[in-house]
């Protein structure tokens, strides 16, 4: 499965099908109410168990995390530094 596919399935909600139903890789998850602040915890630490790498404080920017190919972009900057 491709890291595209591992986060969507993590981020999906049966609450929030609807959105996911039509969801771009570059739609904002924060502007969809995909993402929340808490769900953005969550999603940190299973981005840091899932791919290995660590997310600093200095990277909690919500470019880094508001879509699907953001998020995808970021894990790979870090796994290539």
């Given at each position: 499965?491709?890291m595209?596919?591992?986060?969507i399935?993590?981020l999906?909600d049966?609450?929030?099908?609807d959105?996911?139903k039509?969801l771009d890789?570059?739609d904002s ?6 993402i ?14 899932r791919?290995?790498v660590?997310?600093?404080?200095d990277?909690?920017?919500?470019e ?5 190919n953001?998020?995808?972009n970021?894990i790979?900057?870090k796994k290539?530094?």
């Open positions: 499965m491709d595209h596919q591992q986060i399935n993590f999906y049966e609450s929030l099908k959105e996911f039509e890789y570059d998850l924060l502007e969809l109410g995909i929340d602040s808490v769900k953005m915890l969550d999603l940190i630490g299973f981005i840091e168990e791919f290995g660590q997310v600093d404080d990277d909690l920017y919500p880094n995390f508001d879509s699907i953001a998020i995808v970021y790979n900057s290539n530094n």
